[in-house]
């Protein structure tokens, strides 16, 4: 009877430290759910790692990458992620709180993407068939201030021009990382800033390879590996970010 109790008494701070954790994990997940970005992300890494168990199972053609034309983005995911957070960010005025914050950077990067997405939309709308954007594009090109840039994209392509500009967009996103670095007023805060530079550098590496990708297309052997382990990279730790900053919300606090 007393092995029982004294076994019993051991396994009492297992139980509770198995509570706690299983608490720590809803109200993480919860948190998550409830945010536009951090919801956005965790589709973001489940995408990339459906990417990965697909390549690694020998799918000849993954699900995923069939929609790559989309521009911009690598998958649809990543297209309407942008896009509900572009819309989220100014609908709900969040570029006030950055203007009295005077987070340049972030802005810039917000406009940038925007440029981006509208972009992607449009490709993706005339591949669909609402309109014909290359008869927009030949009317655009014979005005002069146009022409040279039309003709540019005509060249390369649009999709890699999108990638282009959404590596832009990052580098102003790690720029306003680099920024809340210096501004750091305690460990929390630097460690936060820090996550969102690797996440941010990852992410323009992203834009970079998918961009040289469709200018010189490279055995799938080796750039699906690359595009998953940097998707999960810049995306992973855009989780982490959200997720310490809420197991720190003091350390947030104005």
Known sequence: MSVTIANSTQLLPAVHACAKGSQYVIDGANALKNN????????????????GLEFAVGAVKPITLSIMKVTGCITVIDFFSDLIELVHYWV?????????????CNILGMI???????????AWLSELGFFNLGAI???????PIFGAAVGAIATVGLAPVLCG???????FFAGDAVQSIIKATNKEQ??????????????????ILVGVTLLCPVSPAVTIPLIVTLGLVAKGLAVV???YKHYNKKAFES
């Open 36 to 51: 536009t970005g951090g919801f956005c992300n965790v589709l973001r890494v489940s995408n990339y790692v459906l990417m």
């Open 92 to 104: 709900c005025a969040e570029i006030l709180d950055d203007v009295k914050e005077g987070k340049v």
């Open 112 to 122: 940038t993407l925007g440029f981006a997405t509208i972009g992607g939309s449009l």
């Open 137 to 143: 594009a030949a009317s655009m090109g014979s005005i």
């Open 165 to 171: 500009v959404v590596a832009l967009a990052y580098a």
């Open 190 to 207: 630097r460690i936060k800033a820090s996550i969102d530079l690797v996440s941010r550098v990852a992410d323009v590496a992203l834009a």
């Open 241 to 243: 970010s959200f997720l």
